[in-house]
Antibody
Framework: EVQLVESGGGLVQPGRSLRLSCTTS????????VSWVRRPPGKGLEWVGF??????????EYAASVKGRFTISRDDSKSIAYLQMNSLETEDTAVYYC????????WGQGTLVTVSS | DIQMTQSPSSLSASVGDRVTITCRAS??????LGWYQQKPGKAPKRLIY???SLQRGVPSRFSGSGSGTEFTLTISSLQPEDFATYYC?????????FGQGTKLEIK
């Protein structure tokens, strides 16, 4: 069974950093890209970015709203993807989801990030 | 960026009704579109990929159509478990973009 589990969310002050993890199982992690999507409170889904698998260079793409502040990485030996979030803003408050592949076939349950002083 | 205009933003319907949700892309995206269902407190679930292909395990009352700039999601006969919010996602051009969502409520 394909599973993705996000962790690392919590309350953080504006300007600080946080790293989310996406721990996966049930598939060959190295064969797939991993996407990150967020849902701010009371709003719709927002695409954050994704990381390709190594066969496609392991390169990344980002939404303009997070580019330069957020970094997606992966550790294929552990089947985990990461979302490093720096210079956090109150507008980054959201539930963050990871999903398998850039077409987001399977999703995790999400982890809540609250940016507030 | 490609804008995905989804309509309606909300919809009231009854069990057994046929409903259609539309997404219009601001430029052509071939068939690089998926449809997702999200219930409160739950992860989104993909229903349709490549605009018209049914995700494995999804009931056949769900169907998708379209190509280029206009896409539709149709539920042929609403069931109680279908009341949720629906989103389209274009994955043709970076940055990928979602529609604003359609909240489907019980009439």
């Amino acid at each position: 069974e394909v599973q993705l589990v996000e962790s690392g969310g919590g309350l953080v002050q504006p300007g600080r950093s946080l790293r989310l993890s996406c721990t996966t199982s049930g598939f060959t992690f190295g064969d797939f890209a991993v996407s990150w999507v967020r849902r701010p409170p009371g709003k719709g889904l927002e695409w954050v970015g994704f990381i390709r698998n190594k066969a496609y260079g392991g390169t990344t793409e980002y939404a303009a709203s997070v580019k330069g502040r957020f970094t997606i990485s992966r550790d294929d030996s552990k089947s985990i993807a990461y979302l490093q979030m720096n210079s956090l803003e109150t507008e980054d408050t959201a539930v963050y989801y990871c999903a398998r592949d850039q077409r987001a076939e399977y999703w995790g349950q999400g982890t809540l990030v609250t940016v507030s002083s | 960026d490609i804008q995905m205009t989804q309509s309606p933003s909300s919809l009231s319907a009854s069990v057994g009704d046929r409903v259609t949700i539309t997404c219009r892309a601001s430029q052509g995206i071939r068939n690089d579109l998926g449809w997702y269902q999200q219930k409160p407190g739950k992860a989104p679930k993909r229903l349709i990929y490549a605009a018209s292909s049914l995700q494995r395990g999804v009931p056949s009352r769900f169907s998708g159509s379209g190509s280029g700039t206009e896409f539709t999601l149709t539920i042929s006969s609403l069931q109680p478990e279908d009341f949720a919010t629906y989103y389209c996602l274009q994955h043709n051009t970076y940055p990928y973009t979602f529609g604003q969502g359609t909240k489907l409520e019980i009439k």
